[in-house]
């Protein structure tokens, strides 16, 4: 039974999603509304252990389908634990990435079959996507630029997709408004170099439309 609802906040590095989640889930609580909010890879335990073994270290570390199979196997752990629990309770669950991110990342970015991670989504995932899907966009040298002075600024050296190289990342931007044209009854292209409160007032006027009006 699904009786809370599920958005995604999907993009390339540096288009504000950690500060959007934040103010939708301050909006939707003050709506009335029960709202956990996540992130992927990560989630659950195990998923945060994957985590770990993904999102540091030398950009070259994994094979692009072993990143496949990791992501996956934290997604799993992350639904299982986390997010359908938090649904079927009446939640509002709002995600810092999911699988758009892995057809993105690995399919576009570097080259993985689509049909491939395709077969993994239906394995792992099923029939369940989100209700909305909010597609932060900005200018790929732009969201680099933020995302180098955010990580200058902490320590958890979190960075190895950032440093991967600059064709990667403007197949990442192209991948990730191909999935929304896809997919438009789901997805939202919302252009996120603008001040963040103009991107909180847009957002907020998504959801209204689109589910709370519903």
Known sequence: PRSGKFITF???????????????????????HDVITTREPGGAAGADSIRSLLVSGATDKWDPLSECLLLFAARREHLNKTIWPAITQGAWVLCDRFADSTFAYQGYGHNVPIPFIE????????????????????????????????????????????RMDLSFHERLRQGFLEIARNAPERCAVIDADHDPDIVSDIIRAMVNTRLLAA
């Open 119 to 162: 077969q993994l989504y239906d394995a792992v995932v099923g029939d369940f996507a989100p209700d909305l899907t909010l597609m932060l966009d900005i200018d790929v040298e732009v969201g680099l630029g933020r995302a180098n002075t955010r990580n200058a600024d902490n320590a958890s050296r979190e960075d190895r997709f950032e």
């Open 10 to 32: 999907e993009g390339g590095e540096g288009t504000g999603k950690t500060t959007q989640i934040a103010r939708l889930a301050d909006y939707l609580r003050a709506e009335g």
